[in-house]
């Protein structure tokens, strides 16, 4: 079993800064692959950051130059850095993992998610 943590939501005025972590436990051979999602209310959930294995990374327009996203070390932890926050960023904030477990066994597990708002 693979689970998905986040952490680091909160209430951040126009302009400021937040950073979103997500940490993964259980039997994990590989992560594949990492993405932040988010989805506000009465609207879809869109992929807002993906970073790949060898490090390539996706992000949408409506985030670049603003958000980055990352890996740490054993790859465990993943990071979304968020500055020049704005009120349509607000949305609950969903970390999602794919990769293989050291069964052999694909994964593709959702954390909870974490709720940033964006007001002021």
């Known amino acids: 079993q693979v689970q998905l943590v986040e952490s680091g939501g909160g209430l951040v005025r126009p302009g400021g800064s937040l950073t979103l972590a997500c940490e993964a436990f259980?039997?994990?051979?590989?992560?594949?692959?990492m993405g932040w999602y988010r989805q506000a209310p009465g609207k879809q959930r869109e992929l807002v950051a993906a970073i790949s294995k060898g490090g390539s990374t996706d992000y949408a327009d409506s985030v670049k130059g603003r958000f980055t996203v990352s890996l740490d070390g054993p790859h465990i932890m993943k990071y979304l850095i968020m500055n020049n926050l704005k009120p349509e960023d607000t949305a609950v904030y969903y970390c999602?993992?794919?990769?293989?477990?050291?069964?052999?066994?694909?994964?593709?597990?959702w954390g909870l998610g974490t709720q940033v708002t964006v007001s002021g």
């Open positions: 259980g039997s994990i051979l590989s992560i594949d692959y």
């Open positions: 999602n993992t794919k990769g293989y477990t050291i069964a052999g066994r694909v994964y593709d597990v």
